[in-house]
């Protein structure tokens, strides 16, 4: 899946003979598109009003659109969500440079912070979190013991197990001697690599008392900010003003409230992270930026693996004939960085547990189906190969787009590959959890490669419809069409214009 035009939205470019643009970035109408779209202040003020719209209709998705025991009406709030989202990044783009920035920052905070007005809704990841933070600010490593063991007894307390209920709602879980927790898959040990448990460490130690659910909440909408800073920041060094809007892809993305602040997914800050190494990795040409670059990659897949992918992309381009020497050496010396900071992130409680570090990961991959045992992912691959042959092809999938990034991609824009190779990944692995593709939303971000989106809407069609096999293949084939679309749409407008021209 070879990349797009580098702007591939398709809106009037600057060049266009119905518009001018003035120093300092704003658009100069003309009566045509002042027609259409007014004076600069009401189209800043349009979009101002879609974003508060996008708010107004999160606030009420999380207040009375339901919860994953109730899902029926959420499929109807989140389409309004993502509709809004669209028309306002399309308006954005016709927003004045000079009156964007504040207006994606203020939109960026609203957005953010509708996910704090309710528990979490969707998922009960953040319990663990919580729990996981609890038993290290007690000394004990969090791969130790499980949940149920009694030899943590004494950390439990009435929020995380609550007594006196039939433990049948959807985010309560029955554990051996007849305890109920929020915690999920209680008598397993937690599964998080040990950059995420530092983080609920952190967490732990900065709440107050008796912050519960909110405490993990606030981290995740002071995760999603920095990320919306680190995209602007990168965004204006690479190309000035001119595509600050790509920002609001992550700022006002509804996944952004849902699973980064509402349902606290760690994900967010492997995001955060992987953005931050990228748009390290296009600074200027020192040693020293490569290496912090690699850091900040490997730190995001201690995070979660997920980020992982994302470290091809440090070496766009070099097997490419004639890339020079040096930028060789940079891109290899970021990749090693990545790997070894992400081993020695391991290091300290390999020590201490030795395999047990692993956790419940090996458990997890064969309970979700991504192994023979019980194979009910690779949906895409299912549908032209039989079972035995989709693990291998999935893994000759994801290499074939590792190998296109090393000879063709381009190192001054490395979320590109990175997109490429997370995208190719989920497309054939078809998971069914959303908060997964809050990567791709942020190499979106970076890349402005909007069809990628299919992705993280497939995922949460396919969470809320219960991993339904049908919405399941249904979804992530609509993304996959989406994003060959927008590869091969532009190649045949070029080929049909130049066989026109030769007449």
């Known amino acids: 899946m070879p990349p797009t035009a580098e702007d591939p939205l398709p809106t009037?470019?600057?060049a266009r003979a119905d518009s001018r643009t003035r120093p300092g970035g704003d658009t100069q109408p003309t009566a045509r598109t002042t027609a259409w779209w007014g004076t600069p202040g009401a189209r800043t003020a349009l979009c101002a009003a879609i974003v508060a719209a996008l708010c107004g209709c999160l606030l009420l998705t999380l207040r009375r659109g339901g919860d994953l025991g109730h899902t029926g009406g959420?499929?109807?709030?989140?389409?309004?969500?993502?509709?809004?989202?669209?028309?306002a990044v399309v308006t954005a783009r016709r927003v004045p440079a000079r009156r964007l920035l504040p207006l994606i920052a203020a939109g960026a905070l609203a957005v953010a912070a509708t996910g704090l007005v309710a528990p979490p809704r969707t998922s009960d990841d953040s319990y663990r979190y919580a729990w996981d933070g609890r038993v290290q600010a007690a000394?004990?490593?969090?791969?130790?013991?499980?949940?149920?063991?009694?030899?943590?007894?004494?950390?439990?307390?009435?929020?995380?197990?609550?007594?006196g209920t039939d433990c049948r709602a959807w985010n309560l879980h029955p554990a051996p001697g007849g305890i109920c927790t929020r915690i999920n898959r209680p008598t397993v040990p937690t599964i998080y690599p040990p950059v995420a448990e530092g983080w609920f460490a952190a967490v732990q130690a900065a709440a107050p008392a008796g912050a519960r659910h909110k405490a993990v909440q606030a981290g995740g909408?002071?995760?999603?900010?920095?990320?919306?800073?680190?995209l602007l920041a990168v965004l204006r060094r690479r190309a000035g003003r001119e595509r600050q809007w790509q920002a609001a892809l992550w700022a006002w993305c509804p996944a952004v409230p849902l699973e980064?602040?509402?349902n606290a997914h760690i994900d967010a800050l492997g995001a955060l992270l992987t953005a931050a190494g990228l748009g390290l990795a296009t600074a200027p040409a020192r040693r020293r930026n490569r290496a912090a670059a690699g850091a900040l990659l490997g730190a995001a897949t201690a995070v979660k693996l997920l980020p992982?992918?994302?470290?091809?992309?440090?070496?766009?381009?070099?097997?490419?004939?004639?890339?020079?020497r040096a930028g060789r050496r940079g891109a290899v010396l970021a990749a090693a960085t990545a790997v070894v900071v992400f081993a020695l992130a391991y290091l300290p409680y390999a020590a201490s547990d030795g395999t047990a570090v692993l956790g419940y990961l090996p458990g997890y991959l064969h309970e979700e189906g991504y192994d023979d045992g019980q194979l009910h992912r690779f949906s895409l691959l299912r549908l032209v190969l039989p079972d035995t042959l989709a693990q291998g092809a999935a893994v000759l999938a994801v290499?074939?787009?590792?190998?296109?990034?090393?000879?063709?991609?381009?190192?001054?824009?490395?979320?590109?590959?990175?997109l490429l190779v997370t995208g190719t990944a989920l497309l054939v692995l078809t998971p069914g959890y959303p908060w997964y593709a809050l990567l791709i939303v942020v190499l979106v971000a970076l890349d402005g490669r909007w069809e990628w989106l299919g992705v993280p809407l497939a995922g949460t069609a396919v969470y809320l419809a219960d991993g339904n096999p049908a919405v399941q293949t249904g979804a992530?084939?609509?993304?996959?069409?989406a994003v060959l679309a927008a590869a091969l749409l532009p190649a045949a407008r070029s080929a049909t214009e130049r066989t026109g021209s030769g007449r």
């Open 399 to 418: 290499a074939a787009a590792c190998g296109w990034v090393l000879r063709h991609g381009d190192p001054a824009r490395p979320w590109r590959g990175a």
């Open 221 to 230: 909408a002071l995760t999603a900010l920095a990320t919306t800073g680190v």
């Open 139 to 163: 000394g004990i490593s969090p791969y130790r013991y499980t949940p149920a063991d009694p030899a943590l007894g004494a950390l439990r307390d009435p929020w995380l197990f609550p007594t």
């Open 12 to 14: 009037q470019t600057r």
């Open 476 to 481: 992530y084939a609509a993304a996959l069409a």
């Open 308 to 324: 992982g992918l994302a470290v091809p992309g440090l070496l766009s381009g070099v097997l490419r004939p004639h890339t020079p």
């Open 260 to 262: 980064a602040v509402n």
């Open 74 to 87: 959420l499929f109807g709030w989140y389409a309004l969500c993502w509709t809004l989202f669209a028309a």
